[in-house]
């Protein structure tokens, strides 16, 4: 099946760092992707769609200029969480859609951000 | 507004006793629907959705347009099955998902 890769799997910050997630889809191309946020014991809540070649869409109540989202290729989108504090620690997952209108979503393994 | 509600946040059973798993949406287009399960220390995977109409792992779900469900069922449950369980919501378009609360599944000896 398709596969996704999400790096780094944890990284730990000092607040007003900035920190870069990638997402790839290994053996297919992805024109979507999507970036998710999951706090403790709780559900996933989409962050933004990312599309390859344009401008990512946020959700309403998510920062662009905090949380900054590039799919520069159809295999790799990437999230930049800019001047990071710790109520930005949390759980991130991406997900990329298989193209040709299948909306089946294949998840990375998620990656823990824990800002100091 | 799209919503996806899973009135249980645990649901413990014994080994093979019956399971379901209760899922209703809101969304005023059609629907479709899934089920994706995370095993301990895993990621995010698909169970099944409902245009498949397949049961996979021994699970089914049918949705009901009438009573806006899409309960999760397995007539005996295994230790194996054991996860947290999500129910989507996927709107049209870009095909964005909505999911559930989640429910963890935990099927004692």
């Known amino acids: 099946g398709a596969v996704v890769s999400q790096h780094p799997s944890r990284v730990i910050c000092k607040s007003g760092t900035s920190v870069k997630i990638e997402c790839r889809s290994l053996?297919?191309?992805?024109?979507?992707m999507f970036w998710y946020r999951q706090f403790p014991k709780q559900s996933l809540m989409l962050m933004a769609t990312s599309n390859e070649g344009s401008k990512a869409t946020y959700e309403q109540g998510v920062e662009k200029d905090k949380f900054l989202i590039n799919h520069a290729s159809l295999t790799l989108s990437t999230l930049t969480v800019t001047s990071a504090h710790p109520e930005d620690s949390s759980f991130y997952i991406c997900?990329?859609?298989?193209?040709?209108?299948?909306?089946?979503?294949?998840f990375g393994a998620g990656t823990r951000l824990s800002v100091l | 507004a799209q919503r996806v509600t899973q009135p249980e946040k645990l649901l413990s059973v014994f080994k093979g006793a019956p399971v379901e798993l209760k899922c209703n949406y809101s969304y005023s287009g059609s629907p479709e629907l899934f089920w994706y399960v995370q095993y301990s220390r895993q990621r995010l995977q698909l169970l099944l959705r409902?245009?498949s109409r397949e049961s996979i792992k021994g699970f089914t779900a049918d949705l009901n347009k009438g009573e806006t469900s899409f309960h999760l069922k397995k007539p005996f449950a295994q230790e194996e099955d054991s996860a947290m369980y999500y129910c989507a919501l996927s709107l049209g378009g870009p095909g964005k998902l909505i999911f559930g609360q989640g429910t963890t599944l935990q099927v004692k000896p």
């Open positions: 997900s990329a859609r298989v193209p040709l209108g299948d909306t089946i979503q294949y």
């Open positions: 053996d297919f191309q992805a024109t979507t």
């Open positions: 409902h245009i």
